[in-house]
């Protein structure tokens, strides 16, 4: 080859190398990921979610871009950052913050495949058609949290079982709020057990809920699964152990905070195992082949020094039987 030939050749090659950097940037893939609450309130989330797409082989800013829409726990603006990402033109959408985020997407959205993480029935609001086969665009991750609330308030009357009066706090605007308080209440009624509802839709309302709570001379406090309860984790706490209420609560991150018991499914794991659906999606799968995935495995933690600062004695046969114990 002459040697004006060869850098002719070198320089096309030179030309060519950002032209092909700009192309295979241009082909990672985009996940959107829609959010309730804000980015401080989600890293341990994120960091599982991460966890899953590396183990499927998805590193954000490697092989993968991911688009951030917080709602910073506006709900209503939940549409309107769903529709931002359709108009990016995402590869997928996942979604945190439970239920109303996965429903803004599905909303916004029957081509764009979901990945969802929620703490309640999926069918029962619809964005899917069966756990099995969910049609559509949409599957993902279940918590069962709002199935486990009878078992919740089990724990809860050994936990107090001399109080005759037992709370619940609930979201009367959250999906799955309706079947948690029918269960609620059958589950109280074969036990013998009187109960009364505390209504909170904001964080505003958290003041007077735990004021009627106190008034009604309650014994226990059962705090229902419900992603804004979750925003307020340390407010809810706070105020449990102000007025020295023994509460339960549906994840650890609540017991961590301060909280006294806590009985559900690891919300890590659920955020691991929506990473790893979503890593199988971008390498080609579809959300109607992949089942929407329920917990197996469930946790008890207890925090002594919690209950120690309440006055609260707890039975030998409980600490033995929980999963972690924070002294």
Do not use: C
Request: proline residues 5%; glycine residues 8%.
């Amino acid at each position: 080859m002459k040697r004006r030939e060869f850098i002719a050749l070198l320089s096309g090659a030179a030309a060519a190398w950002p032209l092909a950097s700009r192309a295979q940037k241009a082909a990672m893939p985009v996940i959107g990921l829609l959010g309730s609450s804000s980015a401080a309130e989600s890293t341990n989330v994120i960091g599982a979610l991460r966890e899953g797409l590396s183990e499927a082989g998805f590193v954000e800013g490697q092989n993968l871009s991911i688009d951030y829409r917080w709602a910073h726990g506006n709900y209503d603006r939940l549409p309107v950052l769903a529709g931002e990402l359709v108009d990016q033109r995402v590869t997928l959408i996942v979604t945190t913050g439970a239920e109303p985020s996965a429903l803004a997407a599905k909303s916004a959205t029957n081509k764009i495949p979901i990945v969802f993480v929620i703490t309640g029935n999926p069918v029962s609001i619809g964005l899917v058609d069966s756990l099995n086969r969910p049609g559509g665009n949409a599957t993902g991750m279940s918590l069962i949290a709002s199935e486990l609330e009878a078992k919740r308030l089990e724990i809860l009357r050994e936990l107090v079982p001399k109080n005759t009066l037992i709370a619940v706090l609930a979201n009367p605007d959250y999906p799955d709020t309706d079947f948690q308080v029918g269960g609620l209440e059958t589950a109280a009624s074969d036990a013998g057990q009187k109960i009364i509802m505390l209504n909170a839709r904001s964080e505003a309302d958290l003041d007077k809920a735990f004021a009627d709570m106190v008034q009604q001379q309650a014994g226990g406090l059962l705090v229902a699964a419900d992603p804004l309860f979750n925003r307020l984790h340390d407010q809810v706490v706070a105020l449990a152990m102000r007025y020295k209420v023994p509460a339960i609560y549906e994840s650890r991150e609540f017991v961590a905070a301060g909280g006294v018991i806590s009985y559900g499914a690891s919300i890590a794991a659920a955020y691991h195992g929506a990473g790893v659906y979503a890593g199988r999606i971008l390498k080609g799968a579809k959300p109607v082949d992949l089942p929407v995935q329920l917990p197996t495995t469930f946790e008890l933690v207890l925090n002594l020094k919690a209950a120690k600062a309440i006055g609260l004695a707890i039975a030998p046969t409980l600490i033995a039987r929980a999963d972690e114990v924070i002294e």
